[in-house]
């Protein structure tokens, strides 16, 4: 066993000798094989080498199989059951599948298409569990390979290079006013626009200028924000005690029932593509590929 080399052993002369056991003919077992009866006799000749035995002895009515073939042939069956299940295509079942999905996004992507993708994934995979996350600071890529993150759902602009990603949606921004001096779809100025207070919403706090920003420094203008909040739920709960306008997704503005009017300005602004990322090891995979086609028939719907 010490001296057995795998790399030298053919698998098909396993096949053949499983063959030639059950039909105890080199005739039939060509026939089963849809070889040649040359060609499976030469097959013969290399297993008699391999095992160092005739394995099958010639009789007038057929070949029968010598002490060693006896003893080798339920585990050679067995070897080729194992071998058949191995190659056999894996297939998915969602409704029979215990597994956990791991998926990434932040505060805007849990409002307007985790939250349904959750609903549909428990109510099609009764056994799965899901985990929804925050985007990790760093190490992305990383945690996608070694599949600690399934899919990260983000803006394009923060996709992360040369993982497959596919677009879901893209969602335009709106402004909203708790002014209590605009009414919905009023029309404002830029020059109001950048005097009037405004709120961002940034996942970590910390940043004043966002898009926006962007479009204003383009047009050679820049807004007044005065408050950096990481959620939209805490940027409209703070909009109803306090004067401010807001740059939100479109997607946002419907699902709150916030009251706010909504305001239009000339400024180009910007939109958000919406994409879902991967680690290409499991773009083959059912399972993930069930996961991905589920999700975006959610963002279609």
């Known amino acids: 066993m010490a001296n057995l080399n795998i790399r030298n052993v053919d698998l098909n002369l396993l096949v053949a000798f499983d063959a030639l056991y059950k039909e105890r003919s080199v005739t039939r077992a060509a026939t089963r094989l849809s070889l040649t009866q040359p060609t499976v006799s030469g097959m013969l000749k290399r297993l008699r080498d391999s095992f160092d035995d005739d394995l099958f002895v010639r009789t007038s009515h057929g070949i029968v199989p010598t002490p060693r073939a006896d003893g080798i042939a339920s585990k050679v069956a067995d070897l080729l059951e194992e071998i058949g299940l191995l190659l056999a295509p894996y297939e998915f079942d969602p409704a029979r599948s215990a597994f956990t999905a791991r998926i990434c996004g ?36 990383r945690q996608l390979e070694s599949g600690e993150i399934d899919l990260i759902l ?4 923060l996709a992360v290079p040369d993982l497959p990603a596919r677009v879901l949606y893209k969602d335009d921004f709106v402004c909203l ?3 209590p001096d ?17 709120a961002f919403v940034d996942p970590t706090g910390g940043s004043f200028h966002g898009p926006i920003d962007d479009a204003l420094a383009t047009a050679g203008k820049e807004r007044n924000v005065v408050l950096a909040v990481p959620t939209f739920s805490m940027l ?7 004067e401010l306008l807001a740059f939100v997704p479109g997607r946002i503005a419907d699902t709150f029932d916030h009251g706010f009017a909504r305001v ?10 919406i994409v ?12 993930h590929k069930w996961l ?7 963002a279609r719907d």
Not at 108 to 134: C, D, F, G, K
Not at 292 to 298: A, C, D, G, K, Q
Request: hydrophobic share 35%.
């Open 264 to 273: 239009w300005t000339s400024l180009d602004l910007p939109y958000l593509e």
């Open 182 to 198: 605009f009414e919905n779809g009023a029309e404002i100025s830029l020059e109001r626009l950048c005097a009037l207070n405004h």
């Open 154 to 157: 983000s803006d394009r602009e």
């Open 276 to 287: 879902a990322i991967w680690h290409p090891r499991m773009t083959r995979d059912p399972k």
């Open 292 to 298: 991905r086609e589920t999700l975006v028939s959610v």
């Open 236 to 242: 409209l709960q703070l909009m109803k005690s306090r």
């Open 106 to 141: 932040s505060d805007y992507l849990q409002h307007t298409i985790l939250e349904r993708l959750t609903e549909e994934l428990l109510q099609t995979a009764p056994q799965a569990r899901i985990s929804i996350l925050p985007r990790p600071a760093e190490g992305v890529a």
């Open 177 to 179: 006013s708790s002014y």
